[in-house]
């Protein structure tokens, strides 16, 4: 390596971060005032919780940072850099996040059925199969791992649809997506054995967030919409699939679940929650199977940061309860693959205090005459999964749009 060359490969990290900031900085408030012409906001009323108009265009910020990040990497390091040595998996990741971005876009400005959002979701995870973005194998840090051959493909798909869909779930409060994105970023950044490739798309994606949030904190000035929600997570996804691949065998799906504990762990409690509410309402096994697919898909607000609001805590208190959850267990995941078992002590200490703050809020929720409310469903949506986030409320937001 050359003397000139040091400077570009030392500074380039920092230097992509601060133009995906910059980039999504700039692009945001130009977003936020189009959207008000466009009248692409989230009115007050009924289900919502703001107080004045909202532009929920966002998502565009994000995903201009997010591209002007990786076009000065590609521009400075040129066919030396990581993205010209992972072409094919670029290619899918850029493809299938554009094609992510572009049907949440649609969906912010003009509606758009579930069962497409469903259908687009599968389609962006066969690209970034077909691109080499994979499971190739399941196991345990430490224990071992295991192929999984003909699976792959739908284990593949299964995780992509899952981790979009928890991005597109959480993105309940003002900021709380966001963050728990821009911390998932950072532990990718952290952990031993990621390719630089996966390192680059995690600096520009969080400087892209950390851009965006700046206009995303209670009160929200914009919201990320679907656009946000579905083109983070596709791309979160992605990394998750191949972070910490080179250094821990059986990686997969524990250390990317730490990582992604938050959204994860909210989407399947709503999973368990309503297929126990069918249970309990079928009297055999038939009606059980007729009615559970109608509560799967009935949207409610039983959310973890809808319990949070109910038992008293405030958007931004409930956000930072989050933030600091996701952060936790991002620790926990880093740990888990460069040291083992003090990562494990650290898992078995964190999920014993998250368990207490559950048990605690879980007691002023009994208390609380909104839990009612709270838990009560919505009307049935096909695919609700993937279209309630348009059903819940939006964020809570003082400020004019």
Same mark, same amino acid.
Request: glycine share 10%; net charge positive.
């Given at each position: 390596?050359?003397?000139?060359?040091?400077?570009?490969? *030392?500074?380039?990290?920092?230097?992509?971060?601060?133009?995906?900031?910059?980039?999504?900085?700039?692009?945001?408030?130009?977003?936020?005032?189009?959207?008000?012409?466009?009248?692409?906001?989230?009115?007050? +009323?009924?289900?919502?919780?703001?107080?004045?108009?909202?532009?929920?265009?966002?998502?565009?910020?994000?995903?201009?940072?997010?591209?002007?990040?990786?076009?000065?990497?590609?521009?400075?390091?040129?066919?030396? +850099?990581?993205?010209?040595?992972?072409?094919?998996? *670029?290619?899918?990741?850029?493809?299938?996040?554009?094609?992510?971005?572009?049907?949440?876009?649609?969906?912010?400005?003009?509606?758009?059925?579930?069962?497409?959002?469903?259908?687009?979701?599968? %389609?962006?995870?066969?690209?970034?199969?077909?691109?080499?973005?994979?499971?190739?194998?399941?196991?345990?840090?430490?224990?071992?791992?295991?192929?999984?051959?003909?699976?792959?493909?739908?284990?593949?798909? *299964?995780?992509?649809?899952?981790?979009?869909?928890?991005?597109?779930?959480?993105?309940?409060?003002? +900021?709380?997506?966001?963050?728990?994105?821009?911390?998932?970023?950072?532990?990718?950044?952290? *952990?031993?054995?990621?390719?630089?490739?996966?390192?680059?798309?995690?600096?520009?994606?969080?400087?892209?967030?950390?851009?965006?949030?700046?206009?995303?904190?209670?009160?929200?000035?914009?919201?990320?919409?679907?656009?946000?929600?579905?083109?983070?997570?596709?791309?979160?996804? %992605?990394? %998750?699939?191949?972070?910490?691949?080179?250094?821990?065998?059986?990686?997969?799906?524990?250390?990317?679940?730490?990582?992604?504990?938050?959204?994860?762990?909210?989407?399947?409690?709503?999973?368990?929650?309503?297929?126990?509410?069918?249970?309990?309402?079928?009297?055999?096994?038939?009606?059980?199977?007729?009615?559970?697919?109608?509560?799967?898909?009935?949207?409610?607000?039983?959310?973890?940061?809808?319990?949070?609001?109910?038992?008293?805590?405030?958007?931004?208190?409930?956000?930072?309860?989050?933030?600091?959850?996701?952060?936790?267990?991002?620790?926990?995941?880093?740990?888990?693959?460069?040291?083992?078992?003090?990562?494990?002590?650290?898992?078995?200490?964190?999920?014993?205090?998250?368990?207490?703050?559950?048990?605690?809020?879980?007691?002023?929720?009994?208390?609380?005459?909104?839990?009612?409310?709270?838990? %009560?469903?919505?009307?049935?949506?096909?695919?609700?999964?993937?279209?309630?986030?348009?059903?819940?409320?939006?964020?809570?937001?003082?400020?004019?749009?």
């Amino acid at each position: 390596m050359n003397d000139a060359a040091v400077p570009v490969v *030392m500074v380039s990290p920092l230097m992509c971060f601060l133009v995906g900031l910059l980039g999504a900085l700039s692009a945001t408030e130009l977003v936020r005032v189009a959207a008000v012409r466009l009248r692409a906001v989230d009115q007050p +009323g009924g289900r919502r919780l703001h107080r004045r108009p909202t532009p929920r265009l966002g998502g565009i910020g994000i995903a201009w940072g997010f591209a002007c990040s990786l076009a000065y990497l590609s521009w400075v390091s040129g066919h030396a +850099g990581p993205l010209a040595h992972a072409a094919a998996q *670029m290619t899918a990741l850029l493809v299938g996040a554009a094609f992510m971005g572009a049907v949440g876009h649609a969906d912010d400005r003009w509606g758009l059925p579930s069962s497409a959002k469903l259908a687009a979701c599968v %389609a962006g995870a066969l690209v970034l199969w077909a691109g080499g973005w994979r499971v190739d194998s399941i196991g345990l840090p430490g224990v071992g791992a295991w192929d999984v051959g003909a699976w792959s493909l739908p284990l593949t798909i *299964m995780w992509v649809v899952l981790v979009t869909n928890a991005m597109n779930l959480i993105d309940g409060l003002d +900021g709380l997506a966001s963050g728990v994105a821009l911390v998932a970023c950072i532990a990718v950044l952290l *952990m031993p054995g990621a390719g630089a490739a996966e390192r680059a798309v995690a600096v520009a994606l969080a400087g892209a967030l950390l851009g965006f949030l700046w206009f995303n904190l209670n009160p929200a000035l914009i919201f990320m919409g679907d656009a946000g929600s579905l083109f983070t997570g596709f791309v979160l996804a %992605a990394l %998750a699939l191949h972070a910490p691949a080179g250094a821990a065998p059986g990686w997969f799906p524990v250390v990317p679940a730490l990582a992604l504990a938050v959204p994860l762990a909210d989407t399947l409690h709503a999973i368990g929650r309503r297929l126990l509410a069918a249970a309990r309402e079928a009297d055999s096994p038939w009606a059980f199977v007729r009615s559970a697919p109608r509560r799967m898909f009935t949207a409610d607000r039983g959310h973890v940061h809808h319990l949070l609001q109910a038992a008293g805590w405030s958007p931004r208190r409930a956000a930072a309860l989050l933030w600091a959850a996701a952060l936790s267990f991002g620790i926990a995941a880093c740990l888990c693959v460069r040291a083992g078992l003090p990562g494990i002590a650290w898992l078995v200490v964190m999920v014993s205090a998250w368990s207490w703050v559950g048990w605690r809020v879980s007691l002023r929720l009994r208390r609380s005459p909104a839990t009612p409310e709270v838990l %009560a469903p919505a009307p049935v949506s096909a695919f609700p999964a993937l279209a309630e986030h348009a059903e819940e409320p939006a964020p809570d937001s003082a400020r004019a749009a």
